[in-house]
């Protein structure tokens, strides 16, 4: 099964509000990363948090890491129409060469 | 200069043809994959390359032919491909294969349709 689970599968929301997506996973990781996809193209790099942090910001995101349960939340505060897009989590496991990414969650800001 | 570019952005090919697909950084990256992204999933990782070195390679069919001619040029040859390989093919690089450390950067993608 996937190493990254991420909650909820959808999302949607007035402008301004805040957006909350979760992301679970299986095996010890060095890092987690998460990365923003508009439709049909491809990812941009959010923000990067490593196993040995709780919490890091950049802009309006933040992001949180819970080793010991396995978990992460990615935080946009103030979201825009232009945030719409989906978000991925994605796991750098220990020993391993590769990123393993999480379904994702499709985020719909309205306007 | 941040990006990856990839060239073509959508590829429409029979199952007897032979095309490639064709990614290029000029950040000084030494580390270039690979993804195949199907509608609403995650990207999948097909290949790495490290120093020109093909470092992962996750069981892919023979099908997909990957090439690092430089540091900065990667290339994916199809041939004898299948609809259901019809998909987004991303391509990525970073600063170095050391995950504690760098994140990847995304180019467009190439959207390829088998038919």
């Known amino acids: 099964s996937q190493q990254g689970e991420e909650d909820p599968q959808a999302l949607s929301i007035q402008e301004g509000e805040n957006a909350t997506m979760n992301c679970s996973y299986k095996?010890?990781?060095?890092?987690l990363q998460w990365y923003r996809q508009n439709s049909g193209r491809g990812l941009v790099h959010l923000i990067l948090i490593r196993s040995n942090e709780r919490e890091k910001h950049s802009g309006r995101l933040r992001v949180t890491l819970d080793t010991s349960k396995k978990s992460s939340s990615l935080l946009i505060t103030a979201s825009r129409a232009a945030d719409t897009a989906s978000y991925f989590c994605?796991?750098?496991?220990?020993?391993?060469?590769?990123?393993?990414f999480g379904q994702g969650t499709r985020l719909t800001i309205n306007p | 200069d941040t990006e990856v570019t990839q060239t073509p952005k959508h590829l429409v090919m029979g199952m007897t043809n032979k095309k490639s697909l064709k990614c290029e950084q000029h950040?000084?990256?030494?580390?270039m994959y690979w993804y195949k992204q199907k509608a609403k999933k995650p990207p999948e990782l097909m290949f790495v390359?490290?120093?020109?070195?093909?470092?992962i390679n996750e069981s892919v069919p023979s099908r997909f032919s990957p090439e690092c001619p430089n540091s900065s040029l990667l290339n994916l040859h199809l041939h004898a491909l299948q609809p259901e390989d019809s998909a987004l093919y991303l391509c990525?690089?970073?600063?170095?294969?050391?995950?504690?450390?760098?994140?990847?950067?995304f180019g467009p993608g190439t959207r390829l349709t088998v038919t």
């Open positions: 095996t010890s990781i060095n890092n």
């Open positions: 994605a796991t750098a496991i220990q020993g391993a060469q590769k990123l393993v």
């Open positions: 950040m000084g990256h030494r580390a």
């Open positions: 990525a690089s970073s600063q170095l294969l050391d995950f504690t450390t760098y994140e990847q950067y």
């Open positions: 390359y490290s120093y020109e070195k093909l470092s």
